[in-house]
């Protein structure tokens, strides 16, 4: 069910519930819309469900609202200008302290619930059901929109590209839903209490434990740094960066605050009842300018990925990137890493001297298609095959000529049918993803070594991944 390509799922059903907003007493506008469906864990009674215009998490006035009925049912009815804005916004759920949980009774600790937006119109057929796992998918993408500045219906509406951003974050997320929780994708959206799906029903439990110690540390967050222009906190359990998820049953604690050219982040893993922290996973810092069409960015992480027994590295970078010209886009990544005790061995004193390799990347698009091709680079004896003065450029990255590195970039056989070897690169991969009628995603690349990867994602968000020498005949990967 990947957004933009499928539909939610619909059926009937009936309602006894309270509208508490967007109608014509409270604006004056004509109703022409309603958006309905279910608020559930177990199915909850006296929770607030809005439409987050303007991507705050908070009820603001200008936004339709409804609380939920005994059996979980909500109604807004929308106005014009909200019924366009329905496709491009999420529906939060307030659950507050005394509302009613069917399944567990009263509620004793407040949290939230997110259904992502689905960028397509809505209609009166579709029923969009607000849970624990639509709430995963929203949380798991929510720090990507940190970094792209304040988001509102208008600004998502009228920004193609930051639609599309914002659409691929979301369909990788419904994957990573599908193969952590061993679920079709269909559910993540469905009513599973209605379906009798008692399996799915125990881990959206175990999910909102994690959503009401989320809600409260987030809020905590925010008051102990009002200027910050983004700040949560995610607990959840099992993670992929920890080892590829070799300890589903633990718990992490993720949390990231955004300012205006400065973000924090940080990745722990924490004890079951939440009251102590066991091991930092990940923790950075990274730093961005907004140059005239381009980013610069600086970023410092302290990791340990490996699992509970692995040393903590460094992973220093820099790069200047969204550098486009007509349907391409240019990436320049210099980096570094090395072994650390802490954070503060992960800053150097000039990272101009520290860089020891780069990525060039090219991203674009063609015939509908998507390509993507990397190469790295070593630097021997202080310089690279190309732009070598293009590092610690920190303090003049607004005196560098773009125009350079678009030209030093064309000058790669970088399109994805073109064989011919870099010599100067320790490595290249390339790759393309062309996107099926029936919603069947094919990912091919192939690298430097002669390597052959297909990568396919089916309708119903299973994958499949093959290996082979010449991009034509397929076998299982045994690496």
């Not at 300890?247 to 205006?260: G, K, N, V």
């Not at 004890?271 to 381009?294: C, E, L, V």
């Not at 509970?308 to 980096?335: A, H, R």
Request: glycine share 4%; charged share 25%.
């Amino acid at each position: 069910m990947k957004l933009k390509n499928k539909m939610l799922l619909a059926s009937a059903i009936s309602f006894a519930l309270t509208a508490c907003g967007g109608s014509d007493s409270d604006n004056n506008e004509l109703i022409t819309a309603s958006l309905t469906g279910k608020a559930i864990d177990g199915y909850i009674e006296g929770a607030t469900v809005y439409l987050d215009l303007n991507f705050n998490r908070q009820l603001d006035s200008n936004e339709p609202h409804a609380i939920t009925s005994n059996l979980g049912d909500y109604r807004l009815e929308l106005n014009q200008a909200q019924q366009e804005c329905a496709q491009y916004v999420p529906l939060i759920v307030d659950v507050p302290v005394g509302a009613i949980d069917e399944d567990l009774g009263i509620v004793e600790k407040a949290y939230q619930m997110v259904l992502p937006p689905k960028f397509e119109p809505i209609t009166k057929e579709d029923l969009y059901h607000v849970t624990p796992l639509t709430t995963v998918l929203w949380t798991s993408v929510e720090k990507e929109l940190a970094s792209n500045g304040t988001l509102t219906c208008e600004s998502v509406k009228n920004d193609y590209q930051k639609r599309e951003t914002l659409i691929s974050s979301l369909n990788q997320a419904i994957d990573r839903v599908v193969y952590h929780y061993n679920i079709p994708e269909d559910v993540i959206f469905d009513d599973f209490i209605a379906a009798g799906d008692a399996d799915t029903s125990l881990k959206a439990q175990e999910i909102v434990r994690g959503l009401q110690q989320s809600f409260t540390a987030t809020e905590e967050l925010k008051r102990q740094n009002p200027n910050a222009l983004f700040a949560y906190v995610d607990y959840h359990k099992g993670d992929y960066r920890d080892n590829n998820n070799a300890y589903p049953t633990a718990w992490y604690r993720e949390q990231l605050i955004s300012f205006d050219n400065e973000q924090r982040s940080e990745l722990v893993k924490v004890r079951d009842d939440f009251s102590q922290d066991i091991r930092t996973i990940i923790y950075g810092k990274t730093a961005t300018t907004k140059g005239n069409n381009y980013t610069y960015r600086t970023s410092y992480e302290f990791e340990s990925r490996n699992g509970d027994s692995s040393p903590y590295t460094c992973d220093i970078k820099e790069e200047i990137s969204d550098v486009v010209s007509s349907n391409k886009t240019y990436s320049l990544v210099n980096l570094t890493n090395n072994n650390a005790n802490t954070f503060e061995d992960c800053i150097p004193s000039d990272i101009a001297q520290a860089i020891t390799h780069r990525y060039a990347i090219i991203d674009y698009t063609g015939n509908n298609d998507r390509f993507s091709s990397q190469f790295g680079y070593d630097r021997n004896a202080g310089s690279f095959p190309f732009l070598s003065d293009w590092v610690g450029f920190e303090s003049n990255h607004h005196q560098l000529d773009l125009n350079e590195l678009m030209t030093n970039f064309e000058n790669l056989p970088y399109q994805y049918d073109n064989l011919t070897a870099e010599p100067d690169a320790s490595f290249w991969v390339k790759s393309k993803t062309v996107s099926m009628e029936d919603n069947t995603q094919i990912r091919t690349s192939y690298d430097n070594n002669g390597q052959y990867r297909k990568f396919t994602i089916f309708p119903n968000g299973t994958h499949k991944e093959e290996c082979g020498t010449d991009g034509i005949v397929w076998a299982e990967c045994t690496n």
